[in-house]
C-alpha cells in the first residue's frame, strides 16, 4: 500500500495555476514534516517546499518561493497551491514525509507515487 497519495496534476498553461494535494494512507504522519519534491525529464529529484506537522517551520525553494505557497490542514494532508506556473516547473511532483526537516530526498522515509505537472508555453 503507498503510504502518501497526490492528486491535482495536470496540462496548464503558463500563468495558470493548480493546486496539489497528499493525503496520507494506511498511517498517520502527526510526528513527520511533510513536503514536495519534483523531478523532470532526464534531471535529479528536488526539493519545493516542506512543513512541520504544526502548519509552521516552512521552508521553499528558491526557485518557486513567492509562487507556491504549501499547507497543511491536519496531520495527514498537505497542499502545494502553485500560482504563475513556469514552463521549467514541468515534472513529476512527489509527496514525501521526514523525521527531519530536511531538502534531501535521499533522508526522505516515505514517498508518494507521483502526480505530473505539465505547463505549455
Known amino acids: 500500500q503507498v503510504p502518501l497519495v497526490e492528486s491535482g496534476g495536470g496540462l496548464v498553461q503558463a500563468g495558470d495555476s493548480l493546486r496539489l494535494s497528499c493525503a496520507a494512507s494506511?498511517?498517520?504522519?502527526?510526528?513527520?514534516?511533510m513536503g514536495w519534491f519534483r523531478q523532470a525529464p532526464g534531471k535529479e529529484r528536488e526539493f519545493v517546499a516542506v512543513?512541520?506537522?504544526?502548519?509552521?517551520?516552512i521552508d521553499y525553494a528558491d526557485s518557486v518561493k513567492g509562487r507556491f505557497t504549501i499547507s497543511r490542514d491536519n496531520a495527514n494532508t498537505i497542499y502545494l497551491q502553485m500560482n504563475s506556473l513556469k514552463p521549467e516547473d514541468t515534472a513529476l511532483y512527489y509527496c514525501?514525509?521526514?523525521?527531519?526537516?530536511?531538502?534531501?530526498?535521499?533522508?526522505?522515509?516515505?514517498w508518494g507515487q507521483g502526480t505530473q505537472v505539465t505547463v505549455s508555453s
Open positions: 514525501a514525509a521526514s523525521r527531519i526537516r530536511t531538502r534531501s530526498p535521499s533522508l526522505q522515509a516515505y
Open positions: 494506511g498511517r498517520t504522519f502527526s510526528n513527520y514534516f
Open positions: 512543513i512541520a506537522s504544526s502548519g509552521s517551520n
